[in-house]
């Protein structure tokens, strides 16, 4: 089992920045794939960026030159930068993990607002 805390969520004005920490624990020897998701209201669960064990990364188009995944795997950690934030990108954030045995992991969700 794997065990997923983010942090970091909050209020924020347009065009301002925010960054999202999620630690895992548990059997964290398995995960494989790191990430992020988000849920607007009214919308289904969409994907941000996720970050491989080999570092590689892929993004959600919107996304795209604003946001910045990393991964800290002595610390168990993933980290979403997020910056030029637009009033479209409030949501709850949702870290996410998948091991090798293709188990998906989710957190409890963190909330980002965007507004002036």
């Known amino acids: 089992q794997v065990q997923l805390v983010e942090s970091g969520g909050g209020l924020a004005q347009p065009g301002e920045s925010l960054r999202l920490s999620c630690t895992a624990s548990?059997?964290?020897?398995?995960?494989?794939?790191m990430g992020w998701y988000r849920q607007a209201p009214g919308k289904q669960r969409a994907l941000v960026a996720t970050?491989?064990?080999?570092?590689?990364?892929h993004y959600a188009d919107s996304v795209k030159g604003r946001f910045t995944i990393s991964r800290d795997n002595a610390k168990n950690t993933v980290y979403l930068q997020m910056n030029s934030l637009k009033p479209e990108d409030t949501a709850v954030y949702y870290c996410?993990?998948?091991?090798?045995?293709?188990?998906?992991?989710w957190g409890q969700g963190t909330q980002v607002t965007v507004s002036s």
């Open positions: 970050i491989n064990n080999g570092l590689w990364t």
């Open positions: 996410y993990s998948q091991s090798r045995s293709m188990v998906d992991y």
């Open positions: 548990g059997t964290i020897f398995s995960i494989s794939i």
